[in-house]
């Protein structure tokens, strides 16, 4: 009993970093402006800098919640003042695919923050019931994650080398697996979002995803190590001992 409690809090506990280097990327405005400044993307727009960031802002806000839609997003683009449509002006986003591929996009953020924080919640319930058992709660779960953690990494090589052969076949499988439709085919001449965040960006962030993937369990892998190794020089003669 005390080994399953040890390795669901290992899972969830892989679960919750997992869904947060999927969540820290996605919304980290550093990354954004890097990506910008790098690929010239206000130039290729036509657009201030400035403004291509604060709509990207309004872009987040509305797949984290903050907005209940697209409309109304002010910005100039090619010398072509964009806004609400009931000021008689054309929308940011103005591409019924896009809107349409966002919502989707919304609600998969939504499910992930749920899939995070119900991790978060058991494991912190798994934690307590494995402390109230009066089981050495924190020796299960160093030596459970660091098992964990270590397969994780295993797995995540042979995807990573996957991924590597054919970056764009990956990308399109990946939402063929996510969306049940084909509107994030965007075609660059009718949508803006998808000149916002070219292939390009999209290799990046994923680079950005598998290094926090790698380096948090690493991190996990090494504490648990050390906490082991201490454990047991101070306990050699139970050493493994759980109770």
């Known amino acids: 009993m005390r080994y399953v409690l040890g390795y669901a809090a290992a899972l969830l506990l892989l679960v919750l970093i997992v869904c947060q280097s999927i969540i820290i990327p996605t919304f980290f405005m550093p990354f954004f402006r890097y990506q910008y400044t790098k690929n010239e993307i206000a130039r290729h727009m036509q657009m201030e800098f400035g403004e291509l960031m604060h709509v990207t802002g309004?872009?987040?806000?509305?797949?984290?919640?903050?907005?209940d839609n697209l409309q109304g997003i002010r910005a100039t683009v090619a010398g072509e003042?964009?806004?609400p449509a009931e000021e008689g002006l054309r929308e940011f986003f103005d591409c019924r695919e896009e809107v349409i591929h966002m919502e989707d996009v919304r609600v998969l953020y939504d499910r992930l923050y749920i899939v995070r924080n119900t991790a978060f919640w058991g494991l912190l319930a798994l934690f307590l019931a494995m402390v109230l058992l009066r089981y050495r709660a924190l020796y299960l779960l160093a030596r459970c994650s660091r098992e964990v953690m270590a397969g994780f990494l295993g797995l995540g090589l042979i995807f990573v080398g996957i991924v590597a052969l054919d970056f764009d076949r990956a990308f399109e499988v990946f939402?063929?697996?996510?969306?049940?439709?084909?509107?994030w085919v965007l075609n660059p001449s009718q949508s803006l979002l998808i000149n916002m965040v070219p292939i390009e960006f999209f290799m990046d962030i994923a680079v950005f995803i598998g290094a926090l993937m790698a380096l948090v369990p690493l991190a996990v892998i090494a504490a648990a190590s050390v906490f082991l190794r201490r454990d047991k020089l101070r306990n050699p003669l139970n050493f493994g001992g759980i109770v």
């Open 81 to 83: 003042e964009r806004g």
């Open 58 to 67: 309004e872009l987040l806000d509305y797949m984290r919640g903050r907005r």
């Open 175 to 183: 939402h063929l697996i996510l969306f049940d439709n084909d509107y």
